[in-house]
T-cell receptor, first 110, second 116 residues
Framework: RKEVEQDPGPFNVPEGATVAFNCTYS??????FFWYRQDCRKEPKLLMS???SGNEDGRFTAQLNRASQYISLLIRDSKLSDSATYLCVVIKAAGNKLTFGGGTRVLVKP | NAGVMQNPRHLVRRRGQEARLRCSPV?????VYWYRQLPEEGLKFMVY????????ESGMPKERFSAEFPKEGPSILRIQQVVRGDSAAYFC??????????????FGSGTQLSVL
């Protein structure tokens, strides 16, 4: 089983719609969680950290469910520019390296 | 804009040659991470270095691959006797402190290695 798993997609989303997807992690000792965005094989860019209480940044909402060991990302009012691959990232409690999921591809269409 | 600089952006090598990938971290950052991304896959951790020291190389193949981060100069990822399976995008990232919590990693634009 992979340490961090994501549905590869693609999620085809009409412009203006809401899309949500999850990421599961296998190590219960994982401490920190992030969502990164990657465009067309360019470098990943931090989208947002994920906090235990859940957090929101504009149209983006991230949630953490420690009991079920998954995090989620919800995008409201999708824009064409939201088309990208969204990478789930986990850091283990005693570790110092980011473990990436395989990414979920989102395609927003007019 | 003194972000993470990687060069070359694209590197073409024939099987059996050596590939050297360079990474200059953000000024003042002493922690460097190398990741590899194969086509249609996520980023895979390779190695974590802190000035002159390899801290974690658990993701490095046992043979042909080596990394260094000297006191002066960029971090170097070296691949000897490249094979077609080494073709991938190699990303370098740096951080000011150890990326243990919410420390932000700054990624370079990557080096796309193509082995013919």
């Amino acid at each position: 089983r992979k340490e961090v798993e994501q549905d590869p997609g693609p999620f085809n989303v009409p412009e203006g719609a809401t899309v949500a997807f999850n990421c599961t992690y296998s190590n219960s000792a994982s401490q920190s969680f992030f969502w990164y965005r990657q465009d067309c094989r360019k470098e990943p860019k931090l989208l947002m950290s994920v906090y235990s209480s859940g957090n929101e940044d504009g149209r983006f909402t991230a949630q953490l469910n420690r009991a079920s060991q998954y995090i989620s990302l919800l995008i409201r009012d999708s824009k064409l520019s939201d088309s990208a691959t969204y990478l789930c990232v986990v850091i283990k409690a005693a570790g110092n390296k980011l473990t990436f999921g395989g990414g979920t591809r989102v395609l927003v269409k007019p | 804009n003194a972000g993470v600089m990687q060069n070359p952006r694209h590197l073409v090598r024939r099987r059996g040659q050596e590939a050297r990938l360079r990474c200059s971290p953000v000024k003042g950052h002493s922690h460097v991470y190398w990741y590899r991304q194969l086509p249609e896959e996520g980023l895979k951790f390779m190695v974590y270095l802190q000035k002159e020291n390899i801290i974690d190389e658990s993701g490095m193949p046992k043979e042909r691959f080596s990394a260094e981060f000297p006191k002066e100069g960029p971090s170097i990822l070296r691949i000897q006797q490249v094979v077609r399976g080494d073709s991938a995008a190699y990303f370098c990232a740096s951080s000011l402190n150890k990326a243990a919590t919410n420390e932000k990693l700054f990624f370079g634009s990557g080096t796309q290695l193509s082995v013919l």
